[in-house]
């Protein structure tokens, strides 16, 4: 339902009497929810059976009605039986009813939404559950949906809950060029990212690799460029990813990395990729004159009128089958060599043009477009801040662009955000899944060891090591950075390179690590004073991570299961730093 003003005020007194009826103080719960909100108060562990009756109340309204379908379900089949078992009074009749009231009906899934919600569960009546939009209901009922355990079913009662991200971007970018993700993966994991709460879904759909997107005006990218027609994505199953994402509160956002890393391209227009299909570090090359950073070479000839004429072709669909105001042009690893290997670009650069002029040229034939289609445009940090390939600021208005950033941890942020432009934290350092695995090369010599060396101290992976979930726990994306530049800050990514995974390690190399950046970014790394609370968040990581298992991802362990049936046990008084 619609808040309307007499609700408004009843939800208030509500509130308040309810606030002046517990301790001020936050209590030790046993009770998990992941992540942790903003203001949690149970002051008196009780609960109350669930009612086999129990019912949910909302507005009407597509998406959300959706999510209450699917949490009712959730919560009355879904029996969690936690690792330590909540000592708990049952108390009050059972609860019959959870009364959703949402302010904004209208506010549409961008950047920026409202999530935020107040749960209020008293120990006799109806639960009741208000946000200022539906995206915010939705966060709303996860937390409910996390607070029902046992056989038969309890709820916690006398609970207060007041919850809102800290960050408003908070994502998990998955690469689908290197290796396929079939549908089913995809939407399983915007599934596990809504129960994270968190809310992008940066999709990384092509690169040098292939080309899986399926587009009406130019089939031939796929159909020549994928690995095959059981590899590809058809608008059908980007409307249902998209339509799935909604129903979630993940918004999609879709990648097609230009001018390079397409060397996939080149299957249908091999004419407007150069050095497509060329070794990608030829044995008299030095590193400074590779054609590209890993085996897979191609980029767009920016001085070939045709690029712009596939281009516009291509984001012209993508815009139509994505609704996500966001949309990212990649703009990474401009490789020298590659444009240097075309006898166009040869002529360009002998005639006194430069590489960072062959960028400026295909972003502002690019930008433009992009922008015309209600779009803010995405860069990856290199587009500006590349040693060697990089355009004029001016060329970029803050405005109409956000940039990435993924090397150099907490100083390249400082550098995009010091330039007024908003910034999306992917850093390499901190956020990058696929690190610590190794690498691809086939006769990689570096394996090759003597007894007693150690020479892929880094896990054989160029930004290694594994980053484990501490690590990204305790990172702060804004460190370093004035208040000022702190709010550029729109948030952070996790990202999942494929060139080492596929379906079969989707789901233990992103969970539970992912879900550690997601309360970082929801409600931060640190308790009320100010310290770190990793230790706090270990015991309920693993209950949570359990809880994901239970729920069908197949989340990764970070402990025995011995620790959390020893409290304090696999604890360390030892500090190592």
């Known amino acids: 339902m619609a808040v309307s003003d007499k609700a408004l ?304 072709n291509v984001i012209h669909d993508v815009a139509a089958l994505f609704p996500e105001p966001f949309y990212h042009s990649g703009a990474d690893e401009i490789i020298p060599g590659c444009w240097k290997a075309d006898p166009t670009i040869q002529t360009f650069l002998s005639n006194g043009g430069t590489l960072s002029q062959l960028l400026e040229i295909f972003i502002n034939s690019t930008f433009p477009y992009i922008v015309s289609l209600n779009r803010t445009v995405v860069y990856w940090e290199d587009v500006l801040l590349d040693a060697n390939v990089k355009v004029d600021p001016s060329m970029l208005p803050p405005e109409n662009t956000i940039l990435q950033t993924w090397n150099n941890g907490p100083n390249n942020t400082k550098k995009v955000v010091a330039s007024g432009y908003r910034a999306i934290v992917s850093s390499s350092d901190f956020y990058y899944l696929d690190c610590g695995h190794g690498d691809f090369l086939g006769n990689d010599s570096q394996y090759d060891q003597k007894a007693g060396s150690n020479n892929t101290e880094n896990g054989g992976s160029w930004c290694g090591p594994f980053k484990t979930w501490q690590t990204i726990y305790n990172y702060d994306i804004t460190y370093g950075l004035s208040d000022e530049e702190a709010k550029l800050v729109l948030g952070g990514e996790v990202a999942l390179w494929s060139e080492q995974a596929d379906p079969t390690v989707l789901d233990a190399r992103i969970w539970p690590r992912a879900s550690a950046m997601a309360e970082a970014l929801w409600s931060g790394n640190q308790d009320k004073t100010g310290m770190k609370r990793y230790a706090d968040a270990m015991d309920r990581l693993n209950e949570w991570r359990y809880r994901m298992v239970a729920r069908g991802i197949g989340a990764e362990p970070i402990q025995p299961l011995w620790c959390i049936r020893n409290p304090g046990m696999c604890n360390t008084v030892h500090p190592f730093v």
């Open 9 to 312: 005020f009843s939800i208030v007194f509500l509130f308040t009497a309810f606030v002046s009826s517990i301790s001020a103080s936050e209590s030790q719960s046993q009770i998990n929810v992941w992540p942790k909100p903003r203001t949690f108060s149970w002051p008196s562990p009780q609960a109350s059976l669930l009612s086999p009756n129990f019912s949910i109340t909302s507005p009407n309204h597509q998406h959300l009605s959706s999510a209450v379908a699917r949490y009712l379900l959730l919560i009355l089949t879904e029996h969690h039986h936690p690792l330590v078992t909540p000592t708990v009074n049952i108390t009050g009749p059972p609860l019959e009813t959870l009364t959703i009231i949402v302010s904004d009906l209208a506010a549409p899934l961008h950047h920026g939404v409202d999530e935020s919600y107040t749960l209020i569960v008293p120990s006799g009546g109806a639960a009741n559950l208000t946000a200022a939009t539906v995206w915010g209901a939705m966060r709303g009922l996860e937390t409910f949906s996390q607070i029902v355990w046992g056989d038969p079913l309890r709820v916690a009662t006398g609970l207060f809950v007041w919850d809102s991200p800290l960050f408003g971007h908070r994502g998990v970018m998955l690469d689908t060029s290197r290796n396929y993700y079939g549908v089913e993966d995809i939407l399983r994991t915007i599934g596990a990212m809504s129960a994270n709460k968190l809310n992008v879904f940066h999709w990384h759909i092509t690169d040098s690799h292939s080309f899986p997107l399926l587009l009406p005006s130019e089939p031939g990218l796929a159909g020549k460029g994928s690995y095959g027609p059981q590899m590809q994505y058809s608008p059908a199953d980007v409307k249902k990813i998209v339509e799935f994402g909604l129903e979630h509160g993940v918004r999609v956002l879709p990648e097609i990395d230009s001018p390079g890393h397409t060397g996939s391209w080149a299957e249908a227009y091999p004419e407007i990729v150069t050095c497509a299909n060329m070794f990608w570090w030829p044995a008299e090359a030095e590193w400074a004159d590779r054609l590209a950073s890993e085996p897979g070479t191609g980029h767009l000839n920016p001085l070939n009128p045709k690029t712009y004429q596939v281009f516009k």
